[in-house]
């Protein structure tokens, strides 16, 4: 099972930014999207756009102003933090990030760092179980989709409310990892939910 | 793995082609043909009279595959140049790419249910559909905005930042048929439909490529002709 991060690296050091980079994507069971940041200029605008779950930022990378001032300025306030450590640096400097990373880090604990800091991200095996099949409530839910109900539609159908449909819904999505009702509708006549009267 | 490094005009353009074929596609795009021998890339450029800096800039742009903001733009890219070379991308991907791959999908399907076959269909010219607006929506209102910005005529209801906002990821919905026809297609294993697979493997890569240069090439460059004009 691969999980998907973005990963934010902001240090202007290119052959350290792209030996962690490399070192990132020897991960086994981690699917990352790297963003890379060399210069503090791009720093808030890349994050605001690519709003990844974690950024690894050198503490004294020239112009940095302090984390607290990124998370304020990135509209992402649930971004996790670590410190990327190059040279002897204050520990208290340090103390405001999620964890740190070290030059002689070994793959092994870095893997371990991120696992820790990304733990309510990754869904649990039992999760990953169920990942695979709808349930009898969702499959109903697609149904009523394809058919093109709206979500009130579906709600007042079913006796549920719009935001638990809406629940279901991105469940589905998550799932199925089909976002749209059209790759739905292929989806609901492959597996025989609906026939193709139905729908026209 | 593509050789990864900044590809200079004394270089030779076969070498070019050669380590990164998908720069064949850009190559054509800026209205290049094959056949160009040993001659290096300034001359093959020179030749086609195509702006040697902007083909540089987007080959090395998509090349590296930076992932992070583009802030040093080479002040000799030519916005005229890129222009053209996106609207050549969008006349590939609607009235080549597109067409080519729904001929061999509606082929390779053919042996499955007709409900199956006829959903994905459906499936794929809605698609098209989406690409033709998100793509006209460009040809109609940002290029002519951006040619009249280039003559000095500032348009005072549009800005880039507008374009820049509703630019979605044109790619995403091509994503899900690839893993709709992987992890459901019903039908029996088929060298046409691996094939029709591949393509729309390379088109989402593609497009994906097309949509990066827009927004951090294209974008910045007119955010900065913008700037310029209003100072």
Same mark, same amino acid.
């Given at each position: ?5 973005? /990963?934010?690296?902001? %240090?202007?050091?290119? /052959? ?53 001032? /990124? ?37 092994? %604990? ?16 039992? %999760? ?60 609901? /006549? ?11 | ?16 082609? !050669? ?33 040697? !800096? ?57 042996? !499955? ?119």
């Amino acid at each position: 099972m691969n999980f998907n991060f973005k /990963i934010a690296i902001a %240090e202007p050091s290119t /052959i350290i930014r792209c030996g962690l980079e490399t070192v990132l994507r020897q991960l086994q069971g981690f699917h990352i999207q790297i963003i890379e940041i060399c210069n503090m200029e791009s720093l808030q605008e890349s994050l605001r756009m690519h709003k990844p779950e974690l950024l690894i930022i050198n503490p004294v990378f020239p112009g940095y102003s302090g984390l607290q001032s /990124i998370k304020d300025g990135c509209a992402c306030p649930g971004i996790k933090c670590i410190a990327l450590i190059c040279s002897a640096t204050d520990p208290q400097m340090i103390r405001p990030y999620d964890d740190q990373f070290g030059l002689y880090d070994s793959i092994d %604990e870095i893997k371990h760092k991120l696992e820790r800091l990304l733990a309510e991200e990754i869904p649990d095996n039992a %999760e990953n179980e169920e990942q695979q099949t709808l349930s009898t409530r969702e499959k109903e839910i697609v149904t009523c989709v394809v058919k093109g109900m709206t979500n009130r539609e579906i709600a007042d159908r079913l006796f549920l409310s719009t935001h638990t449909v809406i629940t279901h819904r991105r469940n589905i999505a998550r799932k199925l990892q089909i976002h749209s009702a059209s790759g739905l509708t292929i989806y609901a /006549i492959v597996n025989k939910l609906v026939e193709l009267k139905d729908i026209q | 793995m593509y050789k990864k490094g900044k590809y200079r005009e004394t270089d030779k353009m076969s070498d070019l082609i !050669c380590e990164n074929y998908p720069m064949v596609l850009v190559m054509s795009r800026f209205g290049i043909a094959l056949g160009f021998g040993e001659k290096n890339i300034g001359d093959v450029c020179r030749q086609n009279k195509v702006d040697t !800096c902007t083909f540089l800039t987007v080959v090395n742009f998509l090349v590296e595959d930076r992932k992070g903001l583009i802030t040093d733009i080479d002040k000799c890219l030519s916005i005229e140049s890129l222009i053209v070379y996106l609207h050549n991308a969008h006349d590939y991907f609607l009235n080549f790419r597109l067409p080519h791959i729904r001929r061999k999908l509606v082929d390779a399907i053919q042996d !499955c249910p007709e409900d199956v076959a006829f959903v994905i269909r459906q499936f794929f010219d809605g698609y098209t559909e989406e690409v033709n607006k998100h793509m006209s929506y460009e040809e109609k209102n940002v290029f002519p905005y951006v040619r009249n910005l280039l003559k000095g005529e500032k348009d005072p209801k549009y800005n880039i930042s507008i374009f820049k906002k509703r630019h979605d990821q044109i790619e995403m919905k091509i994503t899900e048929l690839k893993n709709i026809l992987i992890k459901y297609y019903p039908g029996k294993d088929s060298y046409l439909l691996n094939s029709v697979l591949f393509d729309i493997f390379s088109t989402e890569q593609d497009l994906a490529a097309h949509n990066h240069v827009e927004d951090y090439l294209f974008v910045p460059a007119i955010l900065a002709l913008e700037k310029q004009l209003n100072s």
